[in-house]
């Protein structure tokens, strides 16, 4: 079996750096926001390009807590897209808020700046761009809305995790950023974790005391917080990846570079890379009207190819009929009816990415 993602692969080409990070946590005796986590946030924040790194327990928390330390509530209106994981639109009502949803660019699956000013009320409050599969938002023309809106961004860094817009690091550009570390993400850790990240110091202190009760000190609350955080096994586990982090986003462009070069004579569409972006290939994601019988071909060959994600948020049961926006994205349901992951992550080997083209050529060929 070719898995679409393979935590596992990622473990063992660390296995040795992994195993002696967790046994220094089990030696140490301290489990949940100590040196390890401390040390973590400071090395990612360092590596985005901001002053400040909080961790917590999940990408969904860490959108949670950034739109909170924002001061964002009920009566107040979040723009953002219906493609993304549920958690984007979760998140923003776990706070009162309320989303409102915009279409997407038909090459790049992102926020179109385009369409943001027609979703834009007296009640808006914030933009959360999302950059997915590993490439970011056309960020110039959102900021420049923004600033003249004076609204917040909050970066949805889910999938981005080493990405660049025109040489700064997503999470570097907005107001305050989020990144998850779910285990088959860039930089994945064995369990859930997440983390804010900003360079406004307001912000970062309130994060802080949101993600664990609103304390300053332990046992006296001076924000309505609650539990969120990041426990020292995973932060060890996170310290080592990131060392491999750009290594393995440059193996992943490798293989999406021969993914392209077998694939790009057949009548698919291929992955498109935005000018002054540095894609850091989450996932390879192809378009074709004849997504369902290929997925179905690749899985009778062994082959898990996923689709990210089949269901917009705007569609899905608990969501739907209720969302401002949802009567106006068609790119958003074309894409989700068009799309499928291939596998992709950095320990992929050439036979498996031969196995893998060579079943979608023959489907193309039929």
């Given at each position: 079996?070719?898995?679409?993602?393979?935590?596992?692969?990622?473990?063992?080409?660390?296995?040795?750096?992994?195993?002696?990070?967790?046994?220094?946590?089990?030696?140490?005796?301290?489990y949940?926001?100590?040196?390890?986590?401390?040390?973590?946030?400071?090395?990612?924040?360092?590596?985005?390009?901001?002053?400040?790194?909080i961790?917590?327990g999940?990408?969904?928390?860490?959108?949670?807590?950034?739109?909170?330390?924002?001061?964002?509530?009920?009566?107040d209106?979040?723009?953002?897209?219906?493609?993304?994981?549920?958690?984007?639109?979760?998140?923003?009502?776990?706070?009162?808020?309320?989303?409102?949803?915009?279409?997407?660019?038909?090459?790049?699956?992102?926020?179109?700046?385009?369409?943001?000013?027609?979703?834009?009320?007296?009640?808006?409050?914030?933009?959360?761009?999302?950059?997915?599969?590993?490439?970011?938002?056309?960020?110039?023309?959102?900021?420049?809305?923004?600033?003249?809106?004076?609204?917040?961004?909050?970066?949805?860094?889910?999938?981005?995790?080493?990405?660049?817009?025109?040489?700064?690091?997503?999470?570097?550009?907005?107001?305050i950023?989020?990144?998850?570390?779910?285990?088959?993400?860039?930089?994945?850790?064995?369990?859930?974790?997440?983390?804010?990240?900003?360079?406004?110091s307001?912000?970062?202190?309130?994060?802080?005391?949101?993600?664990?009760?609103?304390?300053?000190?332990?046992?006296?609350?001076?924000?309505?917080?609650?539990n969120?955080?990041?426990?020292?096994?995973?932060?060890?586990?996170l310290?080592?990846?990131?060392?491999?982090?750009?290594?393995?986003?440059?193996?992943r462009?490798?293989?999406?570079?021969?993914?392209?070069?077998?694939?790009?004579?057949?009548?698919?569409?291929?992955?498109?890379?935005?000018?002054?972006?540095?894609?850091?290939?989450?996932?390879f994601?192809?378009?074709?009207a004849?997504?369902?019988?290929?997925?179905?071909?690749?899985?009778?060959?062994?082959?898990?190819?996923?689709?990210?994600?089949?269901?917009?948020?705007h569609?899905?049961?608990?969501?739907?009929?209720?969302?401002?926006?949802?009567?106006?994205?068609?790119?958003?349901?074309?894409?989700?009816?068009?799309?499928?992951?291939?596998?992709?992550?950095?320990?992929?080997g050439?036979?498996?990415?031969?196995?893998?083209?060579?079943?979608?050529?023959?489907?193309?060929?039929?």
């Amino acid at each position: 079996m070719i898995l679409c993602a393979n935590p596992k692969a990622q473990y063992l080409a660390h296995q040795s750096e992994i195993d002696e990070a967790v046994r220094r946590v089990f030696e140490q005796g301290r489990y949940i926001l100590g040196e390890e986590v401390r040390a973590f946030e400071t090395a990612f924040a360092s590596f985005v390009g901001v002053e400040h790194g909080i961790g917590v327990g999940s990408g969904t928390e860490a959108l949670h807590v950034a739109l909170a330390a924002c001061g964002l509530g009920p009566g107040d209106e979040v723009v953002t897209v219906s493609h993304t994981a549920v958690a984007t639109a979760a998140a923003i009502e776990m706070t009162g808020a309320t989303p409102v949803l915009v279409d997407i660019e038909p090459d790049f699956y992102t926020l179109d700046p385009g369409r943001l000013n027609s979703v834009i009320t007296e009640r808006t409050r914030a933009i959360i761009p999302v950059h997915i599969y590993g490439q970011t938002v056309d960020l110039d023309p959102i900021m420049t809305i923004a600033r003249e809106r004076n609204l917040l961004v909050i970066e949805d860094c889910a999938q981005a995790h080493g990405a660049s817009y025109r040489d700064r690091r997503a999470g570097s550009w907005g107001d305050i950023a989020c990144f998850s570390f779910y285990p088959t993400k860039n930089l994945g850790a064995v369990g859930d974790g997440g983390m804010v990240v900003t360079s406004n110091s307001s912000l970062a202190e309130r994060a802080r005391l949101l993600r664990e009760y609103g304390w300053s000190e332990r046992y006296v609350s001076h924000l309505r917080g609650w539990n969120s955080r990041l426990d020292e096994i995973q932060a060890a586990i996170l310290r080592v990846k990131l060392r491999y982090l750009e290594s393995d986003n440059e193996a992943r462009r490798r293989i999406a570079e021969k993914y392209r070069e077998q694939l790009r004579h057949l009548e698919i569409e291929l992955p498109k890379t935005r000018a002054g972006v540095s894609h850091a290939f989450h996932l390879f994601v192809i378009r074709t009207a004849r997504r369902d019988a290929l997925q179905a071909r690749l899985k009778e060959k062994g082959i898990g190819a996923l689709v990210h994600y089949p269901v917009p948020v705007h569609q899905q049961p608990a969501y739907r009929g209720r969302l401002k926006g949802s009567d106006c994205l068609p790119e958003t349901e074309r894409a989700a009816a068009e799309i499928l992951s291939l596998p992709m992550y950095p320990e992929l080997g050439d036979a498996e990415i031969e196995a893998v083209t060579r079943e979608v050529q023959q489907f193309c060929g039929e």
